[in-house]
């Protein structure tokens, strides 16, 4: 029977299973001291962690959490998970998958569609009020694209299962912390796609978040998109006067402390980073270079704006290292320990 206070429940998807979410799941469960916050609940295939586990040395000798096998894609997840302990890790098994077929290191369709089928029934299950949170490992956008799965990414699927618009990407860290206010699409198609409006919902959700992370009103700086922040109109279609600026200006009338449009060559260097809390980005590569040179281990993607909390890994799935005792865990742990954070 359930405890009479359980703890938070928190959802961590297998992600692509030929990648190194497989081993950072076992990783995790291996780590039982984690567990006296919050109880994780798997949602994976049992058949490929067992290969996992003969694969790589140390983890063989977990203790096999409880497991709920999975017959129904959509089931009432409060009455699935309700005579499941909470003294123990979960795993929700989608036995279904052609788990034999998947090999490591590999493109494939087949570990595309799983990756997709985990993480559709952990955001119903969200959604649903069963859990109270959602950690991503991460994904492939090729094997998504093989399976014939039209999205670029978690935050795509994400925005469209919770009916959730708009929704922003934030990357963050004790280091440094960056949100996009465009994501997987290319240069070419940034600045059509950049608006006043996109980059005032990307300041006001972030600085929403930072205040629940952080505790107190937060100082933000906001990205040009060229050269010299468009140096004064020399560079690129002036972007920065007709579309950047007003969004900062109407920040300013919110009373945010924010700054910009900055030119991104200097705004990230380290005197600028000890007065800022989060960076506004125009574009993936814009804050996501300078964060994952600093912050690789310990960067946590959160996706901000939907009915649910949901963090992840900042990093792919690895397939050169994949199934080899080799993944670092310390990303995960930290999207858990945010996405309890939040939960809070």
């Known amino acids: 029977m359930p405890a009479t206070t359980p703890l938070p429940r928190i959802a961590i998807t297998m992600g692509d299973p030929a990648g190194v979410g497989p081993e950072l799941t076992l990783q995790l469960l291996h780590n039982s001291q984690l567990f006296k916050h919050f109880q994780p609940v798997v949602f994976g295939n049992t058949k490929i962690l067992q290969r996992v586990q003969q694969a790589i040395p140390g983890l063989n000798e977990l203790k096999p959490p409880f497991m709920v096998q999975l017959n129904d894609a959509h089931p009432d997840w409060k009455n699935l998970l309700a005579d499941a302990p909470y003294d123990e890790p ?3 098994d989608f036995c279904w998958q052609p788990a034999a077929e998947i090999q490591p290191g590999r493109i494939q369709a087949a570990a595309g569609q799983a990756s997709y089928e985990y993480l559709l029934a952990a955001i119903d299950a969200a959604l649903q009020g069963a859990i109270n949170g959602i950690v991503t490992n991460p994904i492939n956008k090729e094997a998504l694209a093989a399976a014939e799965i039209p ?22 860290s004790r280091k440094i912390t960056c949100s996009l206010v465009t994501t997987h699409i290319g240069y070419a198609e940034v600045p059509q796609e950049l608006t006043t409006d996109k980059i005032c919902t990307t300041i006001s959700l972030t600085a929403e978040a930072m205040r629940k992370m952080r505790g107190h009103e937060p100082r933000l700086v906001v990205c040009g998109l060229n050269p010299h922040a468009g140096e004064q109109g020399l560079f690129g279609n002036r972007e920065e006067e007709e579309v950047i600026a007003p969004a900062v200006e109407w920040a300013r009338q919110q009373d945010l402390q924010i700054t910009g449009p900055l030119p991104p060559d200097t705004a990230f260097v380290p005197r ?27 960067g946590v993607n959160v996706t901000l704006g939907l009915p649910i909390i949901r963090t992840s890994v900042d990093h792919g799935t690895a397939f050169d290292i994949a199934w080899q005792g080799k993944a670092d865990v310390s990303s995960l742990i930290a999207a858990i320990e945010l996405a309890l954070d939040l939960s809070r």
């Open 90 to 92: 979960i795993l929700i």
């Open 151 to 172: 999205y670029p990414g978690h935050t795509e699927i994400l925005a469209e299962r919770c009916e959730a618009d708009p929704v922003v990407m934030m990357l963050t």
């Open 272 to 298: 600028r980073r000890e007065q800022t809390d989060a960076y506004i980005c125009m574009y993936h590569d814009q804050g996501l270079i300078p964060l994952k040179a600093i912050a690789f281990d310990e």
